[in-house]
């Protein structure tokens, strides 16, 4: 059994592609590995879990599971929750335990991983596969508003895009979503921004990612020059923080009045202004709402559809 590591909100994006079920806040257990993963960032082996009082409680579970290591090991702890201990703490007590076994600590090129997993009082132990997996190869130009690899893929399916459709995204920023939705097979995309240095950066990312996407300079109010009416699916990252607030309310009326004329069916937004967004999009109707939390970072999913 395998336990994959995902963004919190989007578990059953993740259970979904990996055919398993979710555990615990953003962990996923599943059965078989695959080759490729895009809704989640750590996938590790699970060996057990279980729950825990306290730290003391928690070292002796631990030092109590039959770990088949190899020689050389290092030892890594996530921890989420509050607790009277840190994850060095619990590194120190494992690294200490293997070494008086025999086995030899190597930081830099071990052999296994041995992940240790805390959520609040849960503890889930493995080797440790994959990590950091949401920083894809392809993006080396990142733009500063942005959303992670494995957002952008939810983002996708949230939106029922599929490889037939055409996309659009109007706000392309550096191409993760354009991009990701041409690895999904997409044949008919077409990522659009006024800033030339993005269409730019999303031109390299998505050379690099080996994908055919149609890039190109455009603002918002040449949407409907560029798309027949009621033809394609839009898909993009509003991604609205205090600074540009003011510039938004600008932008907004005449986006969703261009979206009203080339829309076929559903638009896929993610938004850190949910409200102001639904605003100006009430000609739409809301068909699906979530929260997404990273990091420190709280994003929105809003789906919304045609009205028949």
């Known amino acids: 059994m395998f336990v994959s590591v995902t963004i919190n909100g989007i578990e059953d994006i993740t259970s979904k592609e990996v055919k398993g079920k979710k555990i615990l806040d953003r962990r996923v257990l599943f059965k078989k590995e695959l080759k490729n993963y895009r809704s989640l960032d750590i996938v590790y082996k699970l060996i057990d879990k279980f729950e825990f009082s306290d730290f ?97 893929y939810a983002l996708l399916k949230l939106s029922d895009y599929k490889k037939d459709d055409i996309l659009v995204d109007p706000f392309c920023k550096d191409g993760v979503i354009c991009i990701e939705a041409a690895l999904l097979k997409g044949k008919k995309i077409y990522g659009l921004d006024e800033n030339k240095n993005n269409i730019r950066n999303a031109k390299i990312n998505a050379q690099l990612a080996k994908v055919k996407i149609n890039f190109s300079i455009c603002g918002i109010d040449w949407l409907s020059t560029k798309f027949k009416k009621n033809s394609v699916k839009i898909i993009t990252n509003l991604f609205i923080c205090n600074r540009n607030e003011q510039e938004y309310t600008k932008i907004l009326p005449e986006f969703f009045n261009q979206v009203d004329y080339i829309l076929k069916d559903k638009i896929g937004i993610i938004t850190t202004k949910p409200e102001l967004v639904k605003q100006y999009a009430n000609k739409l109707k809301l068909e699906h709402e979530r929260k997404i939390t990273i990091g420190g970072m709280i994003y929105y999913i809003l789906i919304l559809k045609k009205f028949k």
């Open 56 to 152: 003391e409680d928690l070292i002796d579970k631990l030092t109590k599971i039959k770990f088949k290591i190899k020689s050389p090991f290092k030892v890594e702890c996530n921890r989420e929750g509050q607790h009277n201990f840190k994850s060095v703490d619990i590194q120190k007590e494992l690294n200490d335990f293997f070494t008086k076994k025999g086995y030899k600590l190597d930081y830099k090129n071990p052999k296994n991983i041995i992940y240790i997993d805390i959520i609040n009082n849960n503890c889930v132990a493995g080797l440790l596969l994959k990590e950091n997996l949401h920083k894809r190869n392809y993006r080396i130009k990142i733009n500063n508003q942005s959303i992670n690899a494995c957002l952008a």
